[in-house]
């Protein structure tokens, strides 16, 4: 088990996971919605999807702030001089790709709606910016990015999942741990 030093903070746990459940929940979400044919169903799930989309951006703007002002737990020593080179190179990109992709999904889904001349009423009440003028071209040419965006996000979850599973059952170093609830 790692020491309370080497554990994150109960605020970079609760958002870490948060992130977790909303961002595949938005995938399956969007895997869904996308397979139907059109329908007030459709439509309705298209909305959800768009709000749910700007949650998980708030949510990612949250989880940054707090990581800039809240110094993250270094990794152990022990683990530290265990993991090959490459394994930390891995660690390091597959983190930086994700926050790249926290902001970069749900961006270009709000760029393509407004392009499409959808825009993003948060709840059926607060009406947002668009963030692009309306332009069909423009809404061809992101509908395709938001998509392989979502896949590129969904990829790396799973990579950051295994690596943890692996630390977990295969390494046994309680890495882990570090990232979830209770002491």
């Known amino acids: 088990m790692p020491r309370p030093s080497d554990r994150y903070t109960a605020t970079a746990v609760a958002l870490h996971w948060l992130l977790a ?3 595949v929940g938005m995938f399956a979400l969007g895997l869904y919605m996308t397979s139907l044919s059109m329908s007030p169903t459709r439509l309705k799930l298209y909305n959800w999807h768009k709000w749910a989309g700007i949650l998980v951006l708030a949510l990612s703007a949250a989880r940054l702030l707090w990581r800039l002002t809240h110094r993250p737990p270094e990794l152990p020593g022990a683990i530290v001089r265990h993991m090959p080179a490459w394994q930390r190179l891995a660690h390091q990109a597959t983190h930086a790709g ?3 992709l926290f902001f970069a999904v749900p961006l270009v889904g709000w760029a393509y709606s407004s392009a499409a001349g959808f825009p993003i009423v948060l709840f059926g009440v607060l009406p ?6 309306v332009n069909r071209e423009l809404a061809e040419a992101l509908k395709p990015w938001h998509g392989w965006l979502a896949y590129a996000l969904a990829a790396l979850v799973v990579l950051h999942v295994l690596g943890a599973l692996k630390h977990q059952f295969v390494d046994r170093d309680g890495l882990l741990w570090r990232m979830w609830f209770g002491r």
Not at 128 to 133: C, H, M, Q, T
Request: aromatic content about 16%; overall charge negative; cysteine-free.
């Open 21 to 23: 459940l909303a961002i």
């Open 98 to 100: 994700l926050y790249l």
């Open 128 to 133: 947002l910016p668009d963030f692009v003028p």
